[in-house]
């Protein structure tokens, strides 16, 4: 009898560990199936997200870079005489109230931005995409002309009217030509393009080739056969 009671027993506790197994096994499945569609992310480890993360250049923004790069014209470099950064007038007055184009870029670049009545940035903080650091006195942040304006000049400005060499170095719509970046990194950068000079942060080299073509497609600037090199081969590391 008592072997009897103690086999029944042993089939009456099996049910409720089988209906937690196949429970067990159906939740798991549908983890995975939705972890495959998207809907949940199981990615698990110590890293801390980058708190000013570069957004980085998408597959779409390559492949257009592509194409515009390909209907860039290639022009042994030239560098006219006659090159001045006062023939192109930047920094305008009164781009948004009493603001000027400096000064919207680093409001529109930082965090938290607060200004004074004269629209002076006087607290917030600025991520610098060429480096990867974040500054919080905006006496150490430059605006950068993504293409220097000695670039513009030797790639196709020197032929311009004043007027348009205004609006190429207070471009703040037409194309991605100006950025908040560390003073440091924009004087190491100097008038050199891709060929001679790339951001300190590479996961950012994309992106900046990326802008970088589009400025000099929107204004109908050439670039020189190493400068179209250089991009090219950080094109297909993207």
Request: glycine share 8%; proline share 6%.
């Amino acid at each position: 009898m008592s072997e009897k009671s103690s086999g029944k027993g042993g089939r009456s506790a099996s049910r409720p560990t089988a209906i937690i197994s196949t429970l067990i096994g159906v939740v798991v499945i549908v983890v995975v199936v939705l972890q495959q569609l998207g809907v949940i992310d199981l990615e698990v480890g110590e890293s801390t997200p980058d708190a000013n993360p570069s957004p980085g250049a998408s597959a779409t923004d390559v492949d257009q870079a592509r194409a515009w790069l390909d209907e860039l014209r290639v022009e042994e470099e030239n560098d006219p005489d006659g090159y001045d950064r006062g023939l192109f007038p930047h920094w305008d007055r009164g781009v948004e109230g009493n603001c000027t184009t400096r000064q919207m870029v680093l409001v529109r670049d930082g965090e938290g931005v607060e200004t004074d009545d004269d629209c002076r940035p006087v607290s917030g903080s600025w991520y610098s995409v060429f480096d990867g650091e974040t500054f919080t006195d905006p006496q150490d942040i430059d605006i950068d002309h993504l293409v220097p304006l000695k670039e513009g000049w030797r790639s196709g400005a020197h032929a311009w009217s004043t007027e348009e060499r205004r609006r190429f170095a207070n471009d703040l719509e037409e194309s991605p030509q100006l950025w908040a970046v560390s003073a440091s990194s924009n004087r190491s950068k100097g008038d050199a393009d891709p060929g001679d000079w790339l951001p300190p942060l590479e996961s950012f080299h994309c992106e900046y080739v990326t802008a970088w073509i589009e400025v000099k497609h929107v204004w109908d600037l050439s670039v020189d056969p190493a400068e179209e090199a250089a991009m090219r081969e950080v094109l297909e590391g993207c």
